[in-house]
């Protein structure tokens, strides 16, 4: 099982404070542990604000106001950028064909001249699972694993995600049961 490019959904029954009813944007799934960005969780933090931190000068002024997500609670302090296309970005992980998840200050920069991806999600910390973990909670029915879709990722409002992505399965989360069943 390779959940690579997929997303995550938690089961409502998750009652993980740093989980509970998130979308989680898979960016590496191997034999040794699992990597991904929340994409649900809004911050109330916006970029301009953490580019001025970084001492980053924005020209495009509509930088400014873009949310910042929380990530996941691993390394909170740690940018990623998820964006589309992929790119050629200093440090950059290209997840399928067009999306990439880059941790450099390159990006940042040409985000802030307005040359940066077409799109891109900012997001401090990531998801993280030592080697089977991840698939011991999907046995255990805490998460629900479907294809990634950009249109979640980059225009869908944060509110919405969540259950467009469980849609996206055919799932209406509010009729799920808590109980896992195995055959």
Not at 73 to 88: D, L, M
Not at 91 to 116: E, F, M, P, W, Y
């Amino acid at each position: 099982m390779n959940l690579t490019n997929q997303f995550l959904i938690a089961m409502p029954a998750l009652q993980d404070p740093n989980f509970h009813r998130t979308v989680t944007f898979l960016c590496a799934h191997n034999e040794e542990g699992a990597m991904g960005i929340v994409i649900n969780r809004p911050l109330d933090l916006k970029l301009g604000e953490v580019l001025d931190h970084m001492s980053i000068e924005v020209l495009n002024d509509s930088v400014n106001d873009m949310t910042v997500l929380q990530g996941g609670p691993v390394q909170r302090e740690r940018g990623f950028v998820i964006h589309e296309p992929a790119g050629n970005w200093d440090a950059v992980l290209a997840v399928g064909n067009a999306i990439g998840v880059a941790t450099s200050r390159d990006i940042l920069t040409a985000v802030a001249k307005g040359d940066g991806p077409q799109r891109a999600v900012v997001a401090l910390g990531y998801a993280g699972w030592g080697a089977g973990q991840l698939e011991r909670e999907v046995q255990q029915n805490a998460w629900l694993s479907g294809p990634a879709d950009s249109s979640i990722i980059f225009d869908l409002p944060y509110e919405q995600r969540y259950e467009s992505a469980a849609r996206l399965l055919g799932v209406d989360l509010e009729r799920l049961s808590g109980e896992a069943g195995h055959a």
